[in-house]
């Protein structure tokens, strides 16, 4: 018998050597393609974790090919609403053969939701569907490797705070504790080069706690560089930075250094505190467990010291300052000059206390509201303050929603019509049953275009935009901060293009103005919230692009009578627009005039010191208004509108708050509420959280003896723009709040 080779014909072996040189044909297409970018890695937020629903930093490996390359990057998540949402990344540039790492932000609608990232070939960051990727992997959320962390996301409302350096025992003062909607995770930082190089890589981080020993510290915010600046603008923004360095002080906080910008003070260097009588009494320890030295070592405390304090004391030991917080444009600094990792410190049983306080976090029995209020509304589909201000946003000005009892009648009759009354019908009236084939559609037909009728009766067809402004203005440096949220109702299936101009009185054209558009997202584990398992729309599932400049989103799409959610962040500069004629007196009560030079009146005014507050029913441009001593009421009973009921056991007057309605669509109200929330114990009377937003509350500077005036406008401060062109018609609903920040002496 012949071998198998022999026996192959001719042809056969044709068909073998063409199979042979497919395989050799497909072998090297794949090295080269081996040759090319590859996307290596990927590290999502801080040290792997991040908050739902906020920006966060995306760290991203490119392994170079065999040539270099100019391109950009497309990263691809789920919005708030489980659509895909494209981010398009700055110009990036690969080298050849060699690990290049491009930091960008992005906001995760969902904690359980992938990220795609591509490659794409040119520096043009426009979208073209048509442009193939050069590179393209999917990460998966728990996936972890070599050069990946990518964990699943805290909620939404959950608190995040950053630590650098030595532990300073935050962890547990904080307690970590089971998993609930109002936890506080803390994760260290290892390196400080880690920190995000734009401000809004900051914005899920509620503080910044820098301890002793920060690695990487002097690289990282050295003196211009770009992380240094993203700092000082998430501060100035209305983040929380607190600086207790102990020892390093010296080091990181000398005059001569970039951090010494950020103290409420001059450091004067460290020296040796004798004395801890006014610590204890802080960490609730003296007289009961007070500081342990171990044997052999000296009772004395190495403290940094501040000089020319500026900011508020909290806790000084005589004239020795421990504890200073200072207001920086509408954020804070907190600087500590003990350092709680040392001993005997790192074992006394007030440090856990002692960092609640340093953190401002309220302690047990520090201002117990009687009128307790139950856990978030999650029953509502509300957690967040947030939550009901989107809510509040969502009711259009004539859109109606069919009741459920007129949409199940219809169906019945349908159901009727279509089935038994057409069949006796056409057998005991007509007795033609071959006529179905005609009576059939039509009742098909005429119902179909009635219910078309109907819902465009009932919900228009016209596009609707609700829109709410606020306005804050520092008046010591003429720096402005907004935000605006709106939703969209649109009364057709389509995409849109939107931007957002802000538009202000005495505005100043400057290289520092931003803004930051985005999707809105339901704050907490409720229907349709951020924190559950969100995914894709069906048909309406494409991706739509947010520019590189974070200014703009490009093809949103949006089904036929539904709506979709927006924020957006933006600063601006403008000249002083009101004048204040304020003088000081006893517990925080000031004595003036107020002058409008707006341009334009505000309505429902309220002016705040201290816990004292005055109601003006308007500031009209241009005319002095007083402000009088015995002329305020009680901040607390305004803002819970107290009210004097009878009391029936004793026949005598008491004054009770007025329940808050969890439910209500009040805009000036739920705003009130996050302007204010922790000043007024929010928690406890709202039964809700101010976790997803609450750079809104300025309670703090209230407490560190600023002045703020607030009203509302007629006029948007911002425009809402479509390809262009500002969206706003005689149907569309707007509401703007202006808030100017004062310091009187």
Known sequence: MRPFFMRVSRSGWSWLRACALLLVWLASSTVWADDGPVIAGLRVGFAGHYRVGFWTPVEITLRGGSEPLAGHLAISVVDGDGMRCELLSKPVEVAADSESRVTSYVRLGSARGDLEVSLHRGESVSADAGET????RTFAVGEKGDDVEFSEGFASTQGLILTLGNPIGIEEAVGRGRETAERVNVV???????LPDEWLGYEGVDQLVVGPAPVGLDDAWASGSRQLAALDRWVAEGGRLVLGLGADSEHYLAPDRPLAAFLPGKLEGTTKLTRTTALEMFGGTYGGAPLHWRRGERRVLEAARLLDVSGSVVLSEGDFPLLVRRI??????TFTGVDFSQSPLVDWPGRNLSIKRLLGQRTKGEKEDLDMAPPPAAHLGLIDLAGQLRSALDQF??????PFWAVAGLAAIYIALVGPVDFLLLKTVIRRMEWTWFTFPLLVLIFCGGAAWAARHLKGDRLLLNQVDLVDVDMASSRVRGTTWFNLFSPETTTYNLSLEPQLPNRRPSADDAVLLSWQGLPGNVLGGMDQNVSGLGSLSQSYQIAAGRDAVHGVPIPVWSTKSFVSRWRVDAAPTIEFHLRPGRDRVVEGTIENRLGFGLKDCMLVSGRWAWQFAELPPDAPVPVRSGEQRDLFALLKDFKLIRERTKDTLVQVATPYDQSSFNIRSIVQQMMFYD???????????????SYIDLSGHVELGQVILWGTADRPAAAVQRDGQPLIGADDDHTTFYRFLISVH
């Open 133 to 136: 990727a050069i590179a393209e």
């Open 188 to 194: 260290n930082v290892p390196d400080a080069r880690r």
């Open 328 to 333: 920086y444009t509408f954020g804070e600094v």
């Open 679 to 693: 000043g007024a114990n929010g928690r406890t009377y709202t039964g809700l959280l101010n976790r997803y937003q």
């Open 397 to 402: 000005r004539g859109v109606r929603l069919s």
